[in-house]
């Protein structure tokens, strides 16, 4: 998908399970047809450390509806006659571990999942323990680094990231507004490190503006609060993809 596209790279991010237990090909078929590049498919769970309050909730919606990994590994069985753009499994280690790392991995691949993003798997068990089964399957593992993050620390990070590199924009949860320049001058310090992975940056990213002003200095970016909120608000699924892509692309 990189090698097609370099720039202004759409990211959306939609929780499964939500806003039905079934809606999952639906809201992806969606996406994809609008215009979305990538698809992060977040696998709820009941503690979501990154999460901010709207994506907990549409968490808290999707576990009630009955979403569980073993559910929607078999709502995914044949999603690649119909996806064809990459699609990413966002979640956290404590149900994948529930579900057994391994057949996690072994499962996701033969499904036709590209790849994964668990934010609370640090970087030295990644090492020496989940790393070589992640690549044992042929996914790909996207890291994050925050404005903090050390400059030492974000070069280790983007050699162990297969993908792309996540860049979140703040230190705070999805869906907090963010200092645009202080944003601004942190993308310029990962641009100029010359970087292996393409940049997707995340968090505060919501609307026209924030995507654009993300896209002036990285590959692309990351939505998903705002998708989130959207669909809340709005049951039919096709209608809300076309106006909100809509809105952020054109």
């Known amino acids: 998908m990189f090698q097609r596209k370099q720039q202004k790279v759409l990211n959306v991010y939609c929780t499964a399970g939500y806003p039905q237990l079934n809606s999952v090909l639906q809201v992806m078929k969606s996406l994809q ?26 968490s808290t919606v999707a576990l009630a509806n009955g979403m569980t990994i073993a559910v929607l590994f078999k709502q995914l ?43 609370d798997l640090p970087e030295y068990e990644f090492e ?34 297969t993908g792309f590199l996540y860049a979140v924009s703040s230190s705070a949860t999805t869906g907090s507004n963010t200092d645009a320049a202080v944003v601004e001058k942190y993308l310029e310090r990962l641009q100029s490190m010359q970087l292996k992975n393409k940049i997707l940056v995340g968090f505060g990213i919501r609307d026209k503006p924030t995507f654009d002003a993300a896209c002036a200095h990285a590959n692309g970016a990351i939505i998903g609060t705002a998708f989130i909120k959207a669909l809340g608000a709005n049951g039919n699924i096709e209608e809300t993809s076309k106006t909100f892509l809509n809105r952020i692309l054109n």
């Open 128 to 161: 020496t323990e989940y790393g070589s089964v992640i690549k044992k399957y042929g996914l790909d593992f996207i890291f994050l680094v925050t404005p903090e993050t050390s400059e030492e620390r974000i070069k280790k990070l983007d050699e162990l990231s």
């Open 33 to 58: 047809e609008n215009g979305a590049d990538l698809v992060e498919l977040g696998m709820p769970y009941s503690d979501p450390l990154a999460d901010g309050p709207v994506i907990q909730a549409s």
């Open 77 to 119: 069985k044949e999603f690649r006659k119909e996806i064809r753009v990459p699609v990413i499994l966002m979640g956290y280690m404590n149900p994948v571990i529930q579900y057994g790392f391994e057949k996690f991995c072994a499962d996701a691949s033969a499904v036709g999942v590209d790849g994964l993003i668990l934010p």
